[in-house]
């Protein structure tokens, strides 16, 4: 069950004492953005890689103070949010266990959970405190915490993947802290998880990219550029994310994604053949369907989110 | 070479005694409402199929003066432009042919042009007119008349496709034409200017549609539209368009769509490829091409249409 779109506009006063964003940029820097208008943690503390980076988070406000040292940044954290690439997780985590404190939430918001839940899940309960993952299902084709905005997260939908091994209040814990952000939340198996994103986040991606790549191939006459125009601009603008990221995330979820690109492409072939036989009813049933399918799906999102 | 973007603040001051809209929805909606906002003609006419129509036209003020009368319509224009799906121009043409004032320019909006080209110029030069076939680069996924705009045209690109056999000034009015609602033009070869929209715009909007369908497939587990965002809605976008309009298309620039759907099977295979054998390096590499040819197709355009 989905919960409902709350809003950020509810005041739910200081509820953590500390919250640490490990990574802050386009994501962590909007977590960041967000506790502290909605006033939810006393200390949000951001850890990062670049002396340069704790200047962006000065200037943003993302975080009320930045560090390079992660154990000074994890060090009694009540809730811990790893932004970072999936990559990178678990050494992370390896570095700042030891100081993790007992009982503390840990989550990320990577965009593929089952190898992070299988990595993070035990590491974190040796410790004595909790893993659960979340995967907010809101971002941008800009990357960075100059991109990063309080209402990020508004109506956004948050998918938490808790296990059997999860432990219940850590659960509850996070769901509200989404709800005081803004998300809905969703509880999902990782593994269904992994397999519905493939599809609905991790496909298009690489749809809109073999469309850039090939419609703006420079081996292409040199008005191709000129010819494209706004629905072209649309269809490819999460091209213009970060390549080593959904990189990481492809081969993270390499199954599923391998699975989704293949029933796409029998779509497509399933086009071709109705337009090699110039099937006018096989081709306009084809752009019906998609039309009805997407007009039922923008109408319902509409009436839940009012976007 | 393509013209520069003026914007529609300049004012032209009446130029045509009468120009004739043939088919007032998005496009024609919004040549009417452009003309008439920059006083372009004294007279602005819009042809409709139904009564309900004139009550739009009406509404909206696209045109002075709306009918249902073909001859009526176009009878002393001095510019015709249809804006009907290219399946229904020929037959349109064919039965305001005569009624055609003597040097009266004669174009169409279509998104493919050499069957267009072929069917109209020798037909409206017999009659002692000039066809010269235009394509404004700018539209929605949304249809009709309530969706026009006067400033749709503003810093677009329309390809205007004159032949050996074009008459000179015609094609120079036409393209005065373009620029006066706001377009910038460029000459091209219908053929070429069909092989090209095969890729930039017919493309997407196939690539869009199978997505949609994909997706959205109620086969899928019930989660999955639930796990559809942003990406998936900006990647989809031109899923939303008139199916019948899009299955016109595609018949009418069969050959060129089918090659550009082959490469770009062809792209995807690649990349599954890689996928298969966890090829970081292929991966990134295949996201960062995409990424800055479409940075940089972004940046021009920005540059020249502030966009």
């Known amino acids: 069950m989905l919960s409902q779109c709350e809003g950020s506009s509810l005041n739910f006063g200081v509820r953590w004492q500390k919250i640490t964003i490990v990574g802050v940029g386009l994501l962590g ?3 960041g953005l967000a ?21 962006d988070c ?3 406000g993302a975080v009320s103070h930045a560090t390079l040292d992660i154990e000074e940044a994890v060090s009694g954290a009540d809730l811990v949010v790893l932004c970072t690439p999936i990559g990178q997780m678990r050494s992370l ?13 840990v989550t990320d918001v990577g965009s593929v959970k089952l190898p992070v839940v299988r990595q993070l899940e035990p590491l974190i309960a040796n410790a004595g405190a909790h893993f659960v993952g979340s995967h907010p299902m809101a971002g941008s084709e800009k990357a960075g915490v100059h991109a990063a905005r309080a209402d990020l997260f508004n109506c956004a939908v948050c998918v938490i993947t808790p296990t059997a091994r999860s432990h219940k209040p ?11 952000i803004g998300a809905r939340t969703i509880k999902l198996d990782p593994a269904k998880h992994d397999a ?22 420079p081996a292409r006459p040199k008005e191709q550029a000129l010819l494209c125009a706004e629905g072209f601009k649309d269809t490819t603008r999460v091209a213009s994310s970060s390549p080593e990221m959904w990189s990481d995330i492809a081969v993270a979820n ?3 994604l391998a699975r989704a690109i293949d029933m796409f492409i029998a779509e497509l072939r399933a086009f071709r053949f109705a337009l090699d036989r110039e099937d006018a009813r096989a081709l306009t049933k084809f752009f ?5 399918r997407r007009d039922a799906w923008c109408a319902a999102r509409q009436t839940t989110t009012g976007r």
């Open 35 to 55: 506790v502290r208008k909605n006033r939810l943690a006393r200390h949000v503390v951001g850890f990062v890689r670049r002396e340069a980076s704790i200047a």
């Open 58 to 60: 000065r200037q943003t």
């Open 254 to 256: 390499k199954r599923n």
């Open 288 to 292: 019906d369907t998609a039309k009805s």
């Open 93 to 105: 985590a390896e570095q700042f266990v030891h100081v993790l404190k007992p009982g503390a939430v």
């Open 196 to 217: 519905l994103v493939g599809f609905s986040s991790h496909l298009p991606h690489v749809v809109a990219a073999a469309l850039a790549r090939r419609v703006l191939d």
């Open 29 to 31: 820097g909007s977590i």
């Open 170 to 180: 850590a659960v509850r814990q996070l769901e509200q802290f989404w709800h005081a």
